[in-house]
């Protein structure tokens, strides 16, 4: 109970703050595609930096500010669509009828095609965009769909950009192609690895713990802290997946840095490993968690009425398990180092600067965005 009282008071105020929908993590992509009698949509929708790196620039573009840069964005992402990936149905090729992007409300990049409905099958979807993008931890999780039924689901990679849909006869009442099997879904696995790449790139939740971590001295403390950690962010990630709580990311985002900042200046202005630190962490742990819990919302986990409590634990156990590995990794480095003097004396103070000012940033950056 030590970690969990003194924050309630906070606790409560992440909890009831009002909500919407969430922007997407920068190594996440999803893809929604809808059979219709007379059409397939595909809805592709990535955060700023993703649609900048699978479209860039033309050579010589002038670099353009604010409202114009995302404009300007949003016509090459218009132009660049039919790109982002090659469908075919029944061995032969879609060719996408319209193209057009838009600016989500969370200043996300929507890009929408719309194909010709296929004649048969099997539909066979390949993300080619996830091979122009510069690491393996970018995915795509794409959703095909009819008006009335889930087709499949899964998790791409570029290794493995593609999903294939043995469609069968007319859905009655649709005139949508009905799957020939059972949808596909996201295994285990899938999950485990995603709650792996998640924490592993997310920098910010990498700051905010080792921040933490900086300061401890043994590793009671460490575990104390670890534990804090996981039970919060766990805690908010299953009541925002089952639509307890919800958050807008454009509070979120920055409430996360601003935690990374808090805890930086605290280490800076006390010195020594403060007390309570258990308790803080328990608390910043919730606004923590509600970050994670957006990357399951954007696949819709719960959506079609499937069962959530499979992928729900092996993303969390993904993400703690990235959370134990950096800690074991980090601390005994940390602990070696401060047999050095000069480290001893300056390393702690240094470290505490660095994690305040990238906070600072990513405050400001995430607030006015």
């Known amino acids: 109970m030590r970690c969990f009282l003194p924050a309630l008071p906070i606790a409560l105020l992440a909890l009831l703050s009002p909500g919407s929908a969430s922007a997407h993590d920068p190594f996440e992509i999803t893809v929604e595609a809808s059979l219709h009698a007379d059409r397939l949509e595909v809805q592709t929708t990535m955060g700023r930096g993703t649609a900048a790196t699978s479209c860039p620039a033309a050579a010589g573009e002038r670099p353009r500010e604010g409202a114009a840069a995302l404009e300007a964005l ?18 032969g090729a879609l060719r996408p009828r319209a193209s057009s992007a838009a600016i989500t409300e969370e ?18 979807f390949d993300a080619v965009l996830l091979k122009r993008l510069p690491e393996p931890t970018y995915g795509a999780d794409i959703r095909v769909r009819s008006e009335d039924a889930l087709l499949g689901q899964r ?46 790139t997310g920098y910010d939740h990498l700051l905010f713990l080792a921040a933490l971590l900086a300061v401890c001295r043994g590793v009671r403390s460490a575990l104390g802290i670890v534990t804090c950690f996981t039970l919060a962010h766990s805690l908010t990630l299953v009541l925002a997946v089952f639509q307890v709580v919800t958050l807008s990311s454009r509070v979120v985002e920055p409430l996360i840095a601003a935690t990374i900042v808090f805890v930086g200046a605290e280490n800076l202005l006390r010195g020594e490993e403060p007390k309570g630190r258990w308790a803080l962490t328990f608390a910043f742990g919730l606004v923590h968690g509600l970050g994670f819990a957006g990357v399951l919302r954007e696949m819709g986990l719960g959506e079609d009425g499937g069962s959530i409590v499979v992928p729900l634990l092996s993303f969390n156990l993904g993400v703690e398990l990235g959370q134990l590995g950096i800690t074991l990794l980090f601390l005994p480095i940390l602990w070696r180092l401060r047999a050095v003097p000069a480290f001893a004396r300056h390393g702690d103070r240094g470290l505490s600067l660095v994690v305040v000012a990238l906070g600072l940033y990513w405050m400001v950056e995430r607030a006015i965005a």
């Open 107 to 124: 200043n996300d990049i929507e890009v929408t095609l719309v194909y010709p409905p296929p004649a048969t099958g099997p539909l066979r």
């Open 74 to 91: 949003r016509s090459r992402m218009e132009a660049c669509g039919p790109r982002l990936h090659e469908i075919t149905a029944g061995g």
């Open 155 to 200: 998790l791409l990679r570029a290794e493995d950009s593609t999903f294939e849909i043995e469609i069968g006869a007319l859905a009655a009442g649709t005139g949508a192609p009905a799957p020939a099997n059972p949808p596909e879904m996201p295994s285990f696995g899938q999950y485990l690895r995603l709650g792996v790449e998640h924490i592993l």
